[in-house]
């Protein structure tokens, strides 16, 4: 009897056998599926994110290679930054736009969703001509509070000269924002990187024109930068009203325009609630970068105008990796907020987990790609031939190296608690964090008076770093929170 009962058993023992080996199929295809789709998104998000940046590279490369002196370049680095802190500011136009369009979109309301894009675009386009006026008041108190009285009178010359061109550009930039925000919304990143291809294109044309053969300098820099500015504005406006085919022939054809009505309260609570977070936010991450920009200008042990002109080229290679890192936390942004607005808890936990995986390898990868530049002296011989700039520069590329796989850590899960519309924890912990920065240099610059002042800056920043890494580690993996990425 017990060999036939043996028997009659096997068939239940290979069934179940089979279900295992399905199920796990089934999730190792659920993971690849993630993958691609995070892949998908973020190449293309990637390539846009990188084409702005570029364009601040390219004006600074061609500056110090053309410049006759360090001062040049000095005025573009205490401009640059306030108009980073400035355009960053109102990130939110992308960051809260985002969430709040994928998440009506994908429980089914696209009206909702096309009325939350209408709304970014007009504010977009509102805050952008306040902005340009407030720049162009404001621009030699800005330069003093930035170090122009100390970098010298011709720093300060060729840096209002670049702040005046650029600030015309404001309501361009915010509008490229929104518009961004609202694409991704519905899961399209194509068609901001195609429209900042021909950007980065007439921006390098006009670079070389103006800077190479005109010898306009920082001038010609700005009149390049923003006319490609303005030109991407107008391209995605014509995009979302439908003037202009999308470039990703996946996405539903939609028609945003900005709105010229008054909405009630109700209807735009959501978008300003989220906005006024991100804000704060922006304030406190920006008015970090800036004053490390400011810090570097009052450098004791090095030259003004040499720390200046160094911190502006590590400035930018920061940035420049960390929108390589934000590629991923854009597109978790989208597929977070789309996996919830579906109410699915597994998908956001699968979409997170893959992510956060992704983001170590491009970390490391970024830091090995940065020290192989450091130790070629490639860095140094791309952006400037002034041996005081390379010394000073030799200093802190170190510290952007270390701090590469944090980074891409920290853009991780911004962009995953960013699509669950954590935006209110996010300022919170970023106020932390800048009080964390803040902190560490005071107590680097008592009690270090030997080290330069610009590695204690970038000592600083790390540190903000680590404690945004900290802060949005403890909420991702909140049992009772929206991810709970631990399950």
Same mark, same amino acid.
Request: net charge negative; charged share 15%; proline share 4%.
């Given at each position: 009897?017990?060999?036939?009962? *043996?028997?009659?058993?096997?068939? !239940?023992?290979?069934?179940?056998?089979?279900? !295992?080996?399905?199920?796990?199929?089934?999730?190792?295809?659920?993971?690849?599926? @993630?993958?691609?789709? *995070?892949?998908?998104?973020?190449?293309?998000?990637?390539?846009?994110? +990188?084409?702005?940046?570029?364009?601040?590279?390219?004006?600074?490369?061609?500056?110090?290679?053309?410049?006759? /002196?360090?001062?040049?370049?000095?005025?573009?680095?205490?401009? %640059?930054?306030?108009?980073?802190?400035?355009?960053?500011?109102?990130?939110?136009?992308?960051?809260?736009?985002?969430? =709040?369009?994928?998440?009506?979109?994908?429980?089914?309301?696209?009206?909702?969703?096309?009325?939350?894009?209408?709304?970014?675009?007009?504010?977009?386009?509102?805050?952008?001509? @306040?902005?340009?006026?407030?720049?162009?008041?404001? #621009?030699?108190?800005?330069?003093? %509070?930035?170090?122009?009285? *100390?970098?010298?009178?011709?720093?300060? !010359?060729?840096?209002?000269?670049?702040? /005046?061109?650029?600030?015309? &550009?404001?309501?361009?930039?915010?509008?490229?924002?929104?518009?961004?925000?609202?694409?991704?919304?519905?899961?399209?990143?194509?068609?901001?990187?195609?429209?900042?291809?021909?950007?980065?294109?007439?921006?390098?044309?006009?670079?070389?024109?103006?800077?190479?053969?005109?010898?306009?300098?920082?001038?010609?820099?700005?009149?390049?930068?923003?006319?490609?500015?303005?030109?991407?504005?107008?391209?995605?406006?014509?995009?979302?009203?439908? @003037?202009?085919?999308?470039?990703?022939?996946?996405?539903?054809?939609?028609? $945003?325009?900005?709105?010229?009505?008054?909405? @009630?309260?109700?209807?735009?609570?959501?978008?300003?609630?989220?906005?006024?977070?991100?804000?704060?936010?922006?304030?406190?991450?920006?008015?970090? =970068?800036?004053?490390? &920009?400011?810090?570097?200008?009052?450098?004791? /042990?090095?030259?003004?105008?040499?720390?200046?002109?160094?911190?502006?080229?590590?400035?930018?290679?920061? $940035?420049?990796?960390?929108?390589?890192?934000?590629? +991923?936390?854009? &597109?978790?942004?989208?597929?977070?907020?789309?996996?919830?607005?579906?109410?699915?808890?597994?998908?956001?936990?699968?979409?997170? #987990?893959?992510?956060?995986?992704?983001?170590?390898?491009?970390?490391?990868?970024?830091?090995?790609?940065?020290?192989?530049?450091?130790?070629?002296?490639?860095?140094?011989?791309?952006?400037?031939?002034?041996? /005081?700039?390379?010394?000073? =520069?030799? #200093?802190?590329?170190?510290?952007?190296? $270390?701090?590469?796989?944090?980074?891409?850590?920290?853009?991780?899960?911004?962009?995953?608690?960013?699509?669950?519309?954590?935006?209110?924890?996010?300022?919170?912990?970023?106020?932390?964090?800048?009080?964390?920065?803040?902190?560490?240099?005071?107590?680097?610059?008592?009690?270090?008076?030997?080290? &330069?002042?610009?590695?204690?800056?970038?000592?600083?920043?790390?540190?903000?770093?680590?404690?945004?890494?900290?802060?949005?580690?403890?909420?991702?993996?909140? #049992?009772?929170?929206?991810?709970?990425?631990?399950?």
């Amino acid at each position: 009897m017990v060999p036939k009962e *043996i028997d009659a058993l096997l068939p !239940k023992k290979n069934s179940l056998r089979l279900q !295992k080996e399905d199920t796990e199929q089934s999730l190792e295809a659920n993971q690849q599926s @993630t993958g691609r789709k *995070i892949l998908d998104l973020a190449i293309p998000a990637g390539a846009a994110l +990188l084409i702005d940046p570029l364009m601040t590279l390219a004006d600074t490369a061609f500056v110090g290679r053309f410049a006759d /002196s360090p001062v040049e370049l000095a005025g573009m680095g205490s401009a %640059v930054p306030i108009l980073t802190f400035s355009f960053y500011l109102f990130n939110f136009l992308c960051t809260a736009t985002t969430p =709040l369009v994928a998440s009506r979109r994908a429980a089914g309301k696209p009206k909702d969703a096309a009325a939350v894009g209408a709304q970014a675009l007009t504010l977009s386009l509102v805050l952008g001509a @306040t902005l340009t006026i407030t720049l162009l008041s404001l #621009k030699q108190t800005l330069l003093i %509070v930035m170090g122009t009285g *100390i970098t010298g009178e011709l720093a300060n !010359k060729y840096a209002l000269a670049f702040l /005046s061109v650029r600030a015309l &550009a404001a309501p361009a930039v915010l509008c490229i924002e929104a518009s961004t925000g609202v694409l991704r919304g519905y899961l399209d990143t194509r068609t901001p990187i195609v429209i900042l291809i021909v950007a980065n294109l007439l921006n390098l044309a006009l670079d070389i024109v103006l800077i190479a053969f005109a010898g306009l300098g920082p001038m010609g820099a700005a009149i390049a930068t923003t006319t490609a500015e303005w030109v991407s504005a107008l391209l995605f406006l014509g995009v979302l009203s439908g @003037t202009i085919p999308s470039a990703s022939s996946s996405v539903e054809a939609v028609e $945003i325009r900005p709105s010229l009505s008054i909405p @009630t309260w109700q209807e735009v609570r959501p978008l300003i609630v989220a906005s006024a977070s991100v804000f704060f936010r922006a304030v406190v991450l920006q008015v970090s =970068l800036s004053g490390a &920009a400011a810090m570097a200008a009052r450098s004791v /042990s090095d030259e003004a105008a040499v720390a200046v002109a160094a911190h502006q080229i590590g400035i930018q290679l920061w $940035i420049l990796c960390s929108f390589f890192c934000d590629s +991923l936390a854009a &597109a978790s942004q989208g597929l977070v907020a789309d996996a919830l607005g579906r109410k699915d808890p597994d998908g956001v936990r699968e979409v997170s #987990k893959t992510v956060f995986a992704y983001s170590l390898c491009l970390g490391l990868f970024l830091g090995l790609l940065l020290q192989a530049g450091e130790a070629t002296g490639l860095l140094f011989e791309i952006f400037t031939d002034d041996n /005081s700039i390379q010394g000073a =520069l030799h #200093k802190i590329l170190p510290l952007i190296v $270390i701090a590469q796989p944090l980074n891409a850590m920290v853009f991780a899960a911004d962009g995953v608690l960013q699509g669950a519309s954590e935006f209110t924890f996010q300022a919170k912990a970023m106020a932390l964090s800048g009080l964390t920065a803040l902190s560490t240099f005071a107590w680097l610059e008592m009690g270090n008076a030997d080290v &330069a002042t610009l590695v204690h800056v970038w000592t600083a920043l790390i540190a903000l770093q680590s404690m945004r890494g900290l802060t949005s580690l403890w909420k991702v993996a909140q #049992k009772d929170g929206p991810i709970n990425i631990f399950g």
